[in-house]
């Protein structure tokens, strides 16, 4: 017993210095971080999370099997706390049990079979990472690019605590320390108990010892490769689950900070850093992202950009800032002093996977130190530019995080350093960038033509001419595409048919309105961003004057406009009740305002815009449109959250599409294996991006010509109709 106690209490000390020294590493590592406001506000809502994230592991169980296998896997780890105490009490006496419920029957039953559960779902585990192994599947595998060999080694380790644990057990039982006595309802440590009876009560004295000290063993080795490798998730996730972004990091971006407090815009300060331009930039929340990524790739399998060949993982992003953070951690917390000056030179060892920037320099020394954050392959950049203007904002990644890591707002953040600090972004940015600032609108229109699309209806357009009467409910805000765009256009003509039938009181605002920034915002110009919303927040304000919240209610046709008026104003002063308009049409059809008499009887499939579904969360409304109207509705295999871009968002609307295939014919290719008869959506961009993927089929021949896109709001215009005069569907929905 001398013996086993010693070499039981020198394993554990040695374990937990090594441990130790790690968790304080990290904890130095993290907390050198930049501050960050409103992490840890709103207690009761941050609990309710924990409980629904972390113990009902709710986003995990999205994906079943794995879900309900790592659901086993966690709560097997708190349930066998029990053996863990059990185990290291037995070091000290052979009969050690819990005191007053220790004996207990129920206790060996629930141990065992978390243990037999937690066995089934390695096994469950290494099936899927068979199935999905890179070696094979390369870019299609969710594991592309993570660190498979120590995630083998650390299953083979759980299974190796699990064994270890039954076989000490089953031991026990035959020498008579089992803490159940001869109970039968520790299922698995009886069976064990039985295959190893024949061996005899000196063995199995031996074989108790063996694999009781082999089982402290395996769980001190477990905890250091814990602390040294991606399953830090392990302590961490419940960490990041606390202090993530409420409700998620989805919707409104959030308003710059330096050292933990907003930039002032009009006057920001002389040593305010405007986005990240160095991994010490981030703040701390975003380095215990980095650190708690479990490598899994759910977010790597729904992002639009890895899916049509772009370098972009943002799996590989995380792990990337991650890795450098970790490789650089002795400038940042330790004695080394970053040299000013040196010739930053590449690793000769990469780890394989071309798309990694980390993988450029690995090591700890001056050129980790020195290389550049954001900088192609020559620069030894540790995010490729490629990589870094590839995202369309569409929140897939955050969405599908089970540890709630916000990749899309450490990718704007270092889309602003390198616009506003470095002046280095995608040149056809730069156009875009002059026509808001001239023009208002990013595609350069004259504001005077904002009520071009009024002229060819046959009722008037009300515009706002300095003073709101009551009769007025809502501000229809059109949107710089719903203005310019011919296609867009189209969608505005029919909600403002709509609203003019249903006798909602609304007025436009014509030349008064400017673009609210979004595209700017997206691609890094907080400036310029800032100085559209204050100048929209002003005339909007002014327009309000003496109403209520609830009375200053907005519609929107865009669902950027919608995320931007509605989520990101309240940031600088403009409070408004926004809402889409198909939100408002689907209650209009509800109050029986709207009632549609003449069905469209096709099939529809419909596409979720992103800034609208995932960013908003809606998701019924325009599909009760779509029902209201009398289509069929035929759901492409992603859609409601589980959405795929059309790839304008993020300003990708902007840019050239220079790599992989076209996330537009990605997802216009998909909607056309529905079969429908007209693709619908809710937004202009998404519009125009379905459009000329569907052109582009259609001239190969590979669509069929009848098909078409359209808005929502088109379809009730059709359904709603009622003379053959007034069913000038056709002209309306092309
Ligand atoms: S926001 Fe979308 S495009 Fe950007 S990294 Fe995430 S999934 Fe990919
Ligand atoms: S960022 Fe989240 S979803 Fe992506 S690999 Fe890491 S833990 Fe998984």
Request: hydrophobic content about 40%; glycine content about 10%; proline content about 5%.
């Amino acid at each position: 017993m001398t013996l086993r106690l010693v070499v039981g209490l020198l394993i554990t000390v040695i374990g937990l210095a090594v441990a130790g020294r790690r968790v304080l590493w990290l904890y130095r590592l993290i907390s050198s971080g930049q501050p960050v406001s409103g992490r840890i506000k709103d207690v009761r809502a941050r609990l309710e999370t924990e409980i629904a994230e972390v113990a009902g592991q709710r986003k995990l169980l999205k994906w079943s099997v794995p879900g309900t296998a790592h659901f086993f896997t966690m709560w097997g780890f708190a349930i066998l706390g029990f053996t863990i105490v059990e185990t290291w009490g037995a070091l000290f006496s052979r009969d050690f049990a819990f005191w007053w419920f220790g004996r207990q029957s129920w206790l060996g039953f629930v141990e065992d079979f978390f243990t037999v559960a937690v066995i089934l779902a390695l096994i469950t585990f290494g099936v899927m990472r068979i199935r999905q192994a890179p070696e094979r599947r390369e870019r299609k595998s969710r594991f592309y690019g993570s660190h498979t060999g120590a995630a083998w080694a650390v299953l083979w380790m759980i299974l190796g605590v699990m064994l270890t644990l039954l076989i000490y057990r089953g031991a026990q039982f035959n020498t008579g320390h089992f803490m159940y006595g001869r109970s039968g309802w520790p299922f698995a440590s009886w069976l064990v108990a039985h295959a190893l009876a024949p061996l005899g009560s000196g063995v199995n004295t031996v074989l108790e010892t063996t694999f009781l000290l082999l089982n402290i063993a395996v769980i001190m080795s477990f905890l250091v490769i814990v602390v040294h490798s991606k399953h830090l998730h392990i302590a961490l996730a419940p960490l990041n689950v606390g202090a993530k972004r409420l409700p998620d990091g989805l919707g409104p971006l959030l308003p710059m900070e330096s050292k933990g407090k907003p930039i002032d815009f009009e006057d920001p300060g002389d040593d305010d850093v405007f986005g990240r331009g160095k991994i010490e930039d981030f703040t701390w929340k975003g380095m215990l992202d980095f650190a708690t990524c479990t490598e899994c790739g759910r977010c790597q399998s729904q992002c639009p950009a890895w899916n049509t060949g772009k370098p972009l993982s943002p799996k590989l992003v995380i792990m990337d800032l991650r890795d450098h953070l970790f490789a650089k951690a002795p400038y940042l917390i330790g004695d080394q002093e970053a040299p000013s000056d040196a010739t930053v030179a590449g690793s000769e060892h990469h780890h394989g996977v071309p798309e990694s920037g980390f993988g450029r320099v690995t090591d700890s020394g001056p050129s980790q130190a020195l290389r550049p954050l954001v900088g192609t392959a020559e620069e030894f950049g540790v995010i490729d530019p490629d990589v870094l203007w590839s995202c369309t904002t569409c929140g897939a990644c955050v969405e599908q995080c089970p540890v709630d890591i916000e990749h899309v707002d450490h990718i704007v953040d270092m889309r602003r350093y390198q616009t506003m600090i470095e002046s280095n972004f995608p040149s056809e940015l730069g156009g875009m960038f002059k026509n808001l600032e001239n023009k208002g609108n990013p595609w350069g229109q004259n504001g005077r033509d904002r009520l071009e699309w009024t002229k060819t209806l046959d009722f008037e357009v009300p515009v706002f001419d300095g003073s709101l009467s009551d009769d007025v409910e809502y501000l229809f805000w059109v949107g710089c595409a719903g203005a310019f765009e011919d296609k867009a256009r189209k969608t505005t003509q029919a909600v403002a048919e709509l609203l003019h039938m249903a006798g909602v009181g609304y007025v436009v605002l014509g030349p008064e309105e400017t673009c609210t920034g979004d595209p700017a915002r997206r691609a890094g110009n907080e400036f310029l961003f800032q100085m559209l919303a204050q100048q929209n927040v002003e005339v909007l304000n002014t327009l309000f004057e003496g109403r209520e919240l609830m009375r200053r209610k907005i519609v929107v046709t865009c669902p950027h406009c919608f995320n931007t008026l509605g989520n990101e104003y309240p940031q600088i002063g403009g409070d408004y009740e926004v809402v889409h308009h198909t939100q408002l049409l689907n209650r209009l059809v509800r109050e029986r305002r709207l009632v549609p008499v003449a069905p469209v009887a096709e099939d529809v499939t419909y596409h979720d815009p992103c800034y609208l579904g995932r960013h908003n969360k809606i998701y019924e409304a325009p599909r009760e449109l779509v029902g209201a109207s009398g289509a069929v509705l035929r759901e492409m295999p992603r859609h409601a959250d589980r959405s795929f871009c059309c790839g304008a968002g993020g300003a990708r609307m902007w840019m050239e599409e220079r790599i992989g295939k076209q996330i537009n014919l990605e997802r216009t290719d998909e909607a056309l294996g529905t079969a429908p008869n007209k693709i619908a959506t809710g937004c202009p961009f998404c519009r125009v991006m379905m459009t000329d993927g569907l052109t582009q089929r259609q001239n190969e021949g590979v669509a069929q010509e009848s098909v078409q896109v359209v808005d929502v709001a088109q379809l009730l215009l059709t359904a709603v109709k009622r003379s053959p005069e007034q069913s000038s569907s056709e002209h309306t929905m092309t």
